[in-house]
Antibody, heavy 116, light 107 residues
Framework: EVKLLESGGGLVQPGGSMRLSCAAS????????MYWIRQPAGKAPEWLGF??????????EYNPSVKGRFTISRDNTQNMLYLQMNTLRAEDTATYYC???????WGQGVMVTVSS | DIQMTQSPSSLPASLGDRVTITCRAS??????LRWFQQKPGKSPRLMIY???NLAAGVPSRFSGSRSGSDYSLTINSLESEDMAIYYC?????????FGSGTKLEIK
């Protein structure tokens, strides 16, 4: 059974940093692109970026809205996906989801609140 | 960025109705269009991929179609479990962009 489980969310002050994790299981992790998407309360989701699979060199793409502040990485030995978020702003407050390539499986989401 | 203009934003409907939700792409996206269903407090669920293909486990009353730059999600014979917010997503060009959502609710 495919499972994605995010962790690491919470409250952070503006200008702070946070790293989200996504634990993957039930599939061959290295075969898949992995995505991060966020969704502010009551709004549509926003694609943040992805990291490619082994066949495509684990390279990354980002939404310009977060490029330079957010970094996506993966630990293929642990089947883990990460989102490092720096210089956080109030508008980064949202539920953050990881998703498998093709968007066919999503984690349950983790809340990030940026506030003083 | 490619804009996905989704309509309507709200859709009151009765059980058993046939309903259609539409996303219009501001640029050519080919068939790189997916539809998601989201219920309160839950993650989005993939319903349609490649504009017209039913995702695994999705009831056959759901279907997707394309006419030019207009992409539609149709639900035949609406059931209570279909009440949710539906989003489209284009993944043809970076940044991938979602529609603004359609809230399907009981009339």
């Amino acid at each position: 059974e495919v499972k994605l489980l995010e962790s690491g969310g919470g409250l952070v002050q503006p200008g702070g940093s946070m790293r989200l994790s996504c634990a993957a299981s039930g599939f061959t992790f290295t075969d898949f692109y992995m995505y991060w998407i966020r969704q502010p309360a009551g709004k549509a989701p926003e694609w943040l970026g992805f990291i490619r699979n082994k066949a495509n060199g684990y390279t990354t793409e980002y939404n310009p809205s977060v490029k330079g502040r957010f970094t996506i990485s993966r630990d293929n030995t642990q089947n883990m996906l990460y989102l490092q978020m720096n210089t956080l702003r109030a508008e980064d407050t949202a539920t953050y989801y990881c998703a498998r390539g093709a968007f066919d499986y999503w984690g349950q989401g983790v809340m990030v609140t940026v506030s003083s | 960025d490619i804009q996905m203009t989704q309509s309507p934003s709200s859709l009151p409907a009765s059980l058993g109705d046939r309903v259609t939700i539409t996303c219009r792409a501001s640029q050519d996206i080919g068939n790189y269009l997916r539809w998601f269903q989201q219920k309160p407090g839950k993650s989005p669920r993939l319903m349609i991929y490649g504009a017209t293909n039913l995702a695994a486990g999705v009831p056959s009353r759901f279907s997707g179609s394309r006419s030019g730059s207009d992409y539609s999600l149709t639900i035949n014979s609406l059931e209570s479990e279909d009440m949710a917010i539906y989003y489209c997503l284009q993944h043809n060009e970076y940044p991938f962009t979602f529609g603004s959502g359609t809230k399907l609710e009981i009339k």
